[in-house]
């Protein structure tokens, strides 16, 4: 599994980005992802998780209801869409995979619950 995600950059207060981040891989449908993202001084924190099949999301609840996690396995592509963003948004965001499934998993928010990661891309919400 090799991570790549895109898509950051400045954004105004109120607007929206999609991040993207695609797999190399030849067996991205198996996993299960998730976006996290990282604050300067602050630990990384979840943001959002979708099943392999997509039938199943979760979300962080600082972003329920603005952000939403997809994934189109024909591309090996994960997406996250945010929109209403805010200052508090300003993060480094990273995609994850794990081998582990999410559904009913009680550790789907934990950062060492994922076995490979993408390097970060950074999102900055001006005020």
């Known amino acids: 599994v090799q991570l790549q995600a895109s898509g950051g950059g400045l954004v105004q207060a109120g607007g929206s980005l999609r991040l993207s981040c695609a797999d190399s891989?030849?067996?991205?449908?198996?996993?299960?992802l998730g976006w996290f993202r990282q604050a300067p001084g602050k630990e990384r924190e979840f943001v959002a998780a979708?099943?392999?099949?997509?039938?199943?999301?979760y979300y962080a609840d600082s972003v329920k209801g603005r952000f939403t996690i997809s994934r189109d396995n024909a591309k090996n592509t994960v997406y996250l869409q945010m929109n209403s963003l805010s200052p508090e948004d300003t993060a480094i965001y990273y995609c994850?995979?794990?081998?582990?499934?999410?559904?009913?998993?009680?550790?789907?928010?934990?950062?060492?619950?994922?076995?490979?990661w993408g390097q970060g891309t950074q999102v900055t919400v001006s005020s």
């Open positions: 979708i099943s392999w099949s997509g039938s199943t999301t």
């Open positions: 994850a995979a794990r081998d582990t499934p999410i559904r009913y998993s009680r550790n789907y928010h934990s950062p060492a619950s994922y076995d490979y």
């Open positions: 891989g030849r067996t991205f449908s198996s996993y299960s």
